[in-house]
């Protein structure tokens, strides 16, 4: 029978709780399902910084290649926050990513009908969406260089990044989006800031020259300062959105929080070939780690994501998806979505009832 | 008597029928306060494109320069997306604001009781919110250089753009925000990403500097992700935010979207010395221009922001914005704040009516 191995990341805050629950999850569905899972644990962010004294050990990284996929829990928070740049725990998220090279981030937002009011919007804006964020993981102004400090011809100090884009990482990002929104409701909107941008019209030029490959999908342009506005006030006209890193960071993080429900989403970063990275899109929480608080639902359903992008084992995927709907179903809440006349729960129990429902 | 100069730049789309309307509004305020305005229109935007061919002539910017405040409609349209870069009329309103050294954009949210319905978000949620983004508006990576068109080691094509910002930038943006935040209610929000980026570090380490300054003031910083988020979950936090061009453009936009009725909301861009930009933050509007249905009142806003910031005539100002207060109160409502109960209305008819209320 077919074995994968898989590495854990369970980093910093809650990560290591969310981290074994979904571990758990992985194990059950695997033997259901028949097929073998070997779990490499290694440290990552601030817990690394720490044992090792680098937010991403060598180790880590080769554990994380080597393995068929990475499944990453969280990192950072208050202890680390004024370390300097290359001895921060989101230094060795991005050095993680850029060593997978996985330049496709996929970052679904979803209201379910379970959750709508958990959302600070309006039920009938809230209830539906279902859109996708597609955002470029691996380029653009987070790696750009000349990127540095250094000062200007009247002596004063300067801070400067780059953001540049070439050819083949718009189109391969490109690519993905427009087969996502494919898989989708046909719906593709590339966002950029191409009336001021020179890095965005090259994007805008090299999305649009792909769309006469895609005739089912339909291609639309938004500029980012809209997409900003149009993500509050009608969510449910997006289906796939493609952006660049930044830009997807901005949107895809406001995309979240319009669902309510940030402890519930989960998210892909995948590359041409290689292992993908699967994580929660929410933080550390250093405030409620370690009390048996957090949301593992999130972490459940990148374990999702892990086993259907990742490993191929779609129906391992549907497995925990459908568990983890039934145990909301069955009135099951952690704190950050509780409302009257639900069930309460730590971290631990919520896991123990997906088990269950599995 | 007092007398001002005062550039009329009505633009694109719905700009020349709310400058009109704005126009009249001025006048009335001045001979009720005692002092004169006399208006020069000049052509700016796509109208310019089409009668001299760039989107800024000379004599526009000069006499931009030469007046006391100029106030604009809106740019853009259509017609001209598809042009070149140095001939879309965007690229007229960024030479503007360079060229009148305009760095600090003040762009208020404000959710009117009136109004609380507008708003994608619950009621609970929005109403009350009464922020404003202070965005740098002259440097960053807008303006900043090397940018252009290249190819890289590989032969591939590529776009790229400079982030950069100098010390003094930052100094002189963060003081504006500083004051403003402390005629306000004493809180700002810097937001930045600076576990990224290195111009984001600077910003950051300038900002913080600076705290020990206007001790009276309570000073925060937020990552640009979550600052996305936390307008969507609870906008009510925010007092003041300064920020960067392109974070401001999107987070600017975000919290207007947030009140609901964009078509109420003014900016005023303001330099160290020399006349201030005044607009209304909404765009040229093209599906309904010449129909005599925008909304002038954001323009109205804007003006008496000029009277306020540009010219220093703080009871005219009022003047204005108390009338636009009585004008709602009395029921009227242009068709994007319009709801059951209350007076439809177009743009002249609301315009008089403003103009009754003075
Ligand atoms: C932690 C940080 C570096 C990271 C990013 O900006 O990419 C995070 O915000 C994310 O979206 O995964
Ligand atoms: C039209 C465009 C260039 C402009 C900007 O990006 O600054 C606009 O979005 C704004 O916010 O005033």
């Known amino acids: ?152 011809e009247n002596g004063q100090e300067i801070g400067f990044n780059t953001e540049v884009y070439a050819a083949y990482e718009i189109d391969r990002i490109a690519r993905i989006a427009f087969e996502t929104a494919r898989k989708r409701r046909g719906k593709l909107c590339s966002v950029d800031k191409a009336n001021v941008l020179e890095a965005s019209m090259l994007w805008r030029k090299i999305v649009t020259a792909l769309a006469s490959e895609y005739p089912d999908v339909e291609l639309s342009h938004m500029y980012v300062d809209n997409a900003a506005m149009q993500l509050v006030r009608n969510p449910k006209q997006f289906d796939t959105i493609v952006t660049n890193n930044i830009f997807g960071d901005i949107l895809s993080d406001e995309a979240s929080m319009i669902t309510g429900s940030i402890g519930m989403l989960p998210s892909a970063s995948l590359g041409a070939a290689g292992p993908g990275l699967f994580e929660p899109i929410h933080g550390s929480a250093p405030d409620i780690a370690g009390q048996d608080k957090a949301n593992p639902l999130a972490t459940m359903l990148s374990a999702a994501m892990l086993l259907k992008y990742g490993l191929g084992e779609e129906k391992a995927a549907q497995r925990i998806e459908a568990a983890v709907l039934d145990t909301l179903n069955r009135g099951f809440r952690t704190g950050d979505i509780h409302s009257a006349g639900h069930k309460l729960v730590g971290c631990k129990e919520m896991g123990e009832e997906v088990l269950k429902s599995i």
Chains 1, 2 share one sequence.
Do not use: C
């Open 1 to 152: 029978s077919k074995s994968y191995n898989i590495t854990l990341l369970p980093g910093d805050g809650i990560g290591p709780e969310v981290i074994s629950v979904a571990k758990n999850a992985l194990q059950l569905v695997a033997s259901i399902e028949g097929f073998k899972v070997a779990f490499e644990e290694m440290p990552m962010g601030g817990a690394a910084l720490d044992a090792v004294g680098v937010p991403l050990p060598d180790e880590t990284l080769n554990s994380a290649k080597k393995s068929d996929a990475t499944l990453l829990g969280a990192i950072g928070g208050y202890k680390w926050d004024k370390n300097e740049k290359h001895l921060k725990p989101e230094t060795g998220l991005l050095q993680l990513r850029e060593g997978l090279q996985v330049f496709a981030n996929l970052r679904p937002a979803t209201v379910l009908p379970q959750l709508v009011d958990a959302s600070t919007l309006k039920k009938e804006v809230a209830e539906g969406v279902d859109l996708m964020v597609v955002r470029e993981l691996t380029g653009g102004i987070y790696f750009g260089k000349p990127r540095g400090f250094s000062t200007n």
